[in-house]
């Protein structure tokens, strides 16, 4: 499937929207675009997914590997015919960059610059960056220029005339009401919470020229890697619960299906007061379990989870599902709610992200997510603090990352697992998840 990288050139300039823009503007061309996300996310693709009906997935060599990125590269075409991968950061930031991202696909760049105050310093800025491609080590091809937040006329004008030859423009997004989305801790609202105006985009899309843009698209390095194993279990045979609401909202689409290839999935929304449904697995995605604290504290689903984790239920929590696997969640505003209980460790919400980066941990015994001695990646970003009780165990050693306390990730008790890391499906941790819960 053939794509292109819509990359910014720094974080906030207009990537989210351009990429929606852009997508709907290939739709208005009778295409079907699908939508990706360079590095951990899961509120970008949300957006994708709320305007495209479509999945977004996740591409992030570090939690993958390189055949991994292939295979979450090439699953898309399964629902469309070309793919838009929305960068993070700047194009050049971070240690698994943007820039390695296209690099590894062999995917074009076009930049998203912010073009509010700019005219012609918007083509330099872009040429800067087509530059600075020969200081790298892999081969970024920076081919094209979308102008965010650029009017027309005298304003669109400039920038167009200022292009170098050697690259491409093809179009803007203009400054219109509708197309903001509002943002708070761990990013912006989701896109079933604050999703972008339909007619805002389509007013967008207008201005962006999806031929030239299909002009620019190639296909990726390999177009077929090959399939992950599927593994032993049959799906009529294994139930897995997985917990679906606004407190654990956070589960990338390549988990959902391979929990779907191996398992029957149920969903219950604990929020909501549902309770636990019969099952051989729990999955508690991360979220915003502090946002509902007080409705978790009552709900029948974390009682009944208390009650079947001691029974030996495999149970696995990410990030805000270890916060609601522990003692107590306390909220920002101070006060302390009771959670299931199950782990002995308590959570509190802080001012600001205590974690955002990419992780690595060594097992340092067999448990739900990985045999002793394997490594394991990740990514974490929380605005919670946890504290384990002194006798807490510890199924991961960090390698890198702050995990729990800065050393320490994965707390066990019985066979419930909560780490603050999320994981992909390519990591294989889902994959021992489901062999444990199969045996």
């Known amino acids: 499937m053939p794509g292109f990288v819509l990359a910014g050139t720094a974080s906030s300039v207009g990537k989210t ?29 949300s957006h994708h997914a709320a305007s495209l009906g479509r999945p977004s997935r996740t591409l992030d060599p570090w939690m993958t590997g390189e055949d991994g990125l292939e295979r979450t590269y090439a699953r898309g075409a399964d629902h469309g015919d070309v793919c838009v991968v929305e960068g993070m ?36 800025t872009a040429l800067g960056f087509r530059a600075y491609a020969d200081r790298m080590d892999y081969d970024v091809d920076v081919v094209g220029l979308l102008a965010a937040r650029a009017h027309g006329g005298r304003h669109e004008e400039g920038i167009r005339n200022a292009i170098p030859e050697e690259m491409h ?46 002009s620019l698209a190639r296909r990726p390095r390999v177009d077929a890697p090959p399939e992950r194993p599927a593994g032993p279990a049959d799906p009529a045979d294994l139930t897995v619960a997985v917990a679906a609401d606004d407190a654990f909202r956070f589960v990338y689409p390549s988990v959902r299906e391979r929990l779907a290839e191996r398992a029957t999935v149920e969903t219950f929304a604990p929020a909501a007061g549902d309770d636990l449904p019969d099952c051989d697995a729990v999955y508690l995605p991360g979220g915003y379990p502090e946002n509902h604290a007080a409705d978790l504290a009552t709900s029948p689903a974390l009682s009944t989870l208390a009650e079947r984790a001691a029974e030996g239920l495999p149970v696995f929590g990410e990030c805000g599902g270890l916060m609601a696997l522990g003692e107590t969640l306390t909220t920002e505003d101070g006060e302390e709610h009771a959670m299931a209980g199950v782990l002995p460790v308590s959570t509190r919400m802080t001012d600001g992200p205590v974690a955002l980066d990419h992780v ?21 970003f929380h605005y919670s603090a946890a504290t384990a009780d002194s006798d807490a165990r510890f199924a991961f050693e960090v390698v890198r990352g702050a995990g729990v306390d800065g050393a320490n990730d994965g707390v066990e008790e019985y066979r419930t697992l909560g780490t603050y890391a999320h994981f992909h499906a390519e990591s294989g941790a889902f994959d021992a998840f489901l062999d444990a819960a199969a045996e």
């Open 89 to 124: 950061m700047g194009l050049y930031d971070g240690d698994v960059s943007t820039a390695a991202v296209a690099a590894d696909l062999d995917l074009p760049v076009v930049l998203v610059v912010d073009a509010t105050a700019g005219m012609e310093s918007v083509a330099a």
């Open 17 to 45: 929207v351009a990429t929606l823009a852009a997508c709907r503007a290939l739709e208005r061309a009778g295409r079907t675009p699908v939508a990706a996300k360079a590095g951990p996310d899961f509120i970008d693709p």
């Open 360 to 380: 690595g941990y060594r097992a340092r015994r067999d448990s739900l997510l990985a045999p002793a001695g394997e490594s394991l990646r990740g990514h974490e």
């Open 169 to 214: 423009y093809v179009g803007r997004t203009p400054p219109l009401d509708g197309l903001d989305i509002p943002d708070r801790h761990l990013g912006l609202h989701s896109g079933s919470e604050s999703p972008v105006e339909s007619e805002a985009l389509d007013a967008a899309a207008r201005h962006v020229d999806a031929g030239e843009l299909l």
